[in-house]
Nanobody, 123 residues
Framework: QLQASGGGLVQAGASLRLSCAAS????????MGWFRQPPGKEREFVAH???????YYQNSVKDRFTISRDNAGNTVYLEMNSLKPEDTAAYYC???????????????????WGQGTLVTVSS
């Protein structure tokens, strides 16, 4: 089970940190991802972190967002800096077992999802 939090309403240029707390399962063995769904659009990949800490990002966020994980605390984070209005979306965390590299951007590769936390960036 995943519980996401940390969203809110901020101005452009601000920062937010999203958290995703996991319960059950073996968190440290899972790949974790963050996805987002802008209003009226499809869910899209944001960032991914492997069990060994390797990270991957969507190009539009790679210089502004940082994904990290705390295996002892069963939590994954998404630090978002220099937020832009186009970052406005519902953000979802996801957990995956055995996610192969060619699938990290695909929602179907993940077996568990958090409920989403809304991020709104005003201009």
């Amino acid at each position: 089970q995943l519980q996401a939090s940390g969203g809110g309403l901020v101005q452009a240029g601000a920062s937010l940190r999203l958290s995703c707390a996991a319960s059950g399962g073996t968190f440290r063995s899972y790949a974790m991802g963050w996805f987002r769904q802008p209003p009226g659009k499809e869910r899209e990949f944001v960032a991914h972190i492997r069990w060994n800490g390797a990270t991957y990002y969507q190009n539009s966020v790679k210089d502004r967002f940082t994904i990290s994980r705390d295996n002892a605390g069963n939590t994954v984070y998404l630090e978002m800096n220099s937020l832009k209005p186009e970052d406005t979306a519902a953000y979802y965390c996801a957990a995956g077992r055995g996610v192969i590299m060619s699938s990290i951007t695909q929602p179907r590769a993940y077996h568990a999802w958090g409920q989403g936390t809304l991020v709104t960036v005003s201009s």
